[in-house]
Structure formats: C-alpha cells, structure tokens
C-alpha cells in the first residue's frame, strides 16, 4: 500500500517515491497522484513544495507522525 511506501520514505520527493510505488504496484502516475491527494486531505501525509529540484519544483511527501 501507498501509505506504507510513504512512511518508510518520508522526506522523500514524489519521483523517488512513485518509482518505488510503480515497482510494487505496476500502477500508473495518474493514479499515484489520485492517492497522494486523498491521503492529504485525511491528513495522513503533508505534501511540501520545495523550488530546489534539478528541473524546478519538487514537492517532498512526509508522513503524519500524529496518525
């Protein structure tokens, strides 16, 4: 599961991950993307922009410790 990839590498960025999530999943970014934003809105992660990626934007995926 998602969440499981994610608290095992919290403070990653979402290309790390997803690569790590289609390995296990076979599933396609479209998707991964669908899930990222519904674990965010039931706060079980918190998605940082971050403007130092090689190519721009990078946004970092963290686990809530609260849940």
């Given at each position: 599961?998602?969440?499981?990839?994610?608290?095992e590498?919290s403070?990653?960025?979402?290309?790390?991950?997803?690569?790590i999530?289609?390995?296990?999943?076979?599933?396609s970014?479209?998707?991964f993307?669908?899930k990222?934003?519904?674990?965010?809105?039931?706060?079980?992660?918190?998605?940082?922009?971050?403007?130092?990626?090689?190519?721009?934007?990078?946004?970092?995926?963290?686990?809530?410790?609260?849940?």
């Amino acid at each position: 599961e998602l969440l499981s990839i994610i608290k095992e590498n919290s403070g990653k960025p979402t290309s790390e991950i997803f690569k790590i999530y289609k390995q296990k999943e076979g599933k396609s970014m479209r998707t991964f993307q669908r899930k990222l934003k519904e674990l965010e809105k039931n706060n079980k992660i918190k998605l940082n922009n971050n403007n130092k990626g090689f190519n721009g934007r990078q946004v970092i995926i963290e686990h809530n410790e609260n849940d």
